[in-house]
């Protein structure tokens, strides 16, 4: 798939990975983007960021339907169609379950795997009329492995692995491609509240991502070899991977008590 002059959808583009994302798809040749993202100032940012780019620049909550409709139907009224559509933006709310707020629970749901899903669903017709339609979803290691106090945010990016799967069986007749990335912990705003050290920086992570999507790969996992051994034991031998958590519970539970990017 060759990016030049395709027209591309991204959520949260306006901070973190997401931001790094446009730099990378600008490098390739990328002229239209249309984003979406809560901070008007961070929007307006991007246009200066990039000179060369024709934004369409929506304000406004992923988890509000109302916006979703209103992106989808500038890109049909401007663009006509679509090429690309980056599932990206995300939020955080660790510790306990039972210390965790209502609110938060069911926010985390809504930013990170309803708008996904219908966000997706308002695209498909748009991509449709593209020759080489993509979409890339942006998951967690987390959504490989469940960790405890992650209970909710690991539950919506497992979610959105089992999403990529089933709608890429589901849209094969129509070629629209689907690439799921499961990032590591990542140097972004997202982690600032947390205990994380020796992150991936989000241009590295922005870069392979984009290119694992223009060459049509499945799934991504970052975090090298360490990650890919623990998810193998995680689904081989979950009860060997238990032991392995419980030795750090105390560090863990304190660690995400603080970790909070919503
Ligand atoms: N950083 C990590 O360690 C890490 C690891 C694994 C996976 N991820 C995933 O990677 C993706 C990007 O994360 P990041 O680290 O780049 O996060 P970030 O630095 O916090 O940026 C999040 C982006 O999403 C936008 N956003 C958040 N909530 C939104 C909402 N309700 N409606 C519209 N836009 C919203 C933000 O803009 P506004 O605040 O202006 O809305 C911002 O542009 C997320 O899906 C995250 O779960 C991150």
Redo the contacts with the bound molecule.
């Keep these: 798939m060759q990016l030049k002059d395709k027209k591309v959808l991204i ?10 994302m446009i730099d990378e798809l600008v490098k390739q040749g990328v002229q239209d983007i249309a ?6 100032e ?2 307006k940012a991007l246009r200066t960021t990039f000179e060369s780019v024709n934004f369409i620049l929506v ?6 339907l109302n ?1 979703l409709r209103d992106v989808t139907s500038k890109i049909e009224d401007e663009w006509g169609s679509l090429d690309i559509l980056i ?6 709310s660790a510790g306990p379950l039972e210390d965790l707020s209502d609110e938060d629970i069911y ?1 985390q749901v ?3 795997l309803t ?1 996904v899903m219908v966000l997706t669903k308002y695209c498909i017709p748009l991509l449709r009329h593209s020759q080489e339609g993509a979409i890339l979803n ?6 490989l492995i469940g960790m405890p106090f992650y209970s909710v ?1 690991a539950s ?2 497992a979610a959105i692995r089992q999403f990529s799967d089933a709608i890429r069986r589901e849209l094969e007749p129509d070629s629209i491609s689907v690439t799921c ?11 600032t509240t ?1 205990k ?1 050290t020796d ?2 920086s ?1 241009e590295f ?1 922005a870069e392979r991502s984009i290119q694992a999507m223009v060459q049509k790969k499945l799934h991504v996992i ?1 975090g090298g070899e360490e990650r890919l051994n623990d998810s193998k034991l995680n689904f081989e031998s979950p009860e060997k991977f238990d032991a392995k958590i419980a030795k750090s519970y105390e560090e863990r539970k304190e660690a995400s008590l603080y970790h909070k ?2």
Excluded: E, W
Aim: aromatic share 4%; charged share 20%; hydrophobic share 35%.
């Design positions: 959520t949260g583009g306006s901070r973190g990975i997401g931001k790094c984003v979406i993202g809560r901070d008007k961070n929007l304000r406004g909550d992923v988890g509000d916006v599932n990206n933006a995300g939020i955080v926010d809504s930013v990170n708008a942006v998951s967690s290691g987390l959504g945010y919506t990016k990335v499961y990032p590591t912990a990542t140097n972004t705003d997202m982690m947390s994380a992150m991936d989000p992570v970052f990017a919503m």
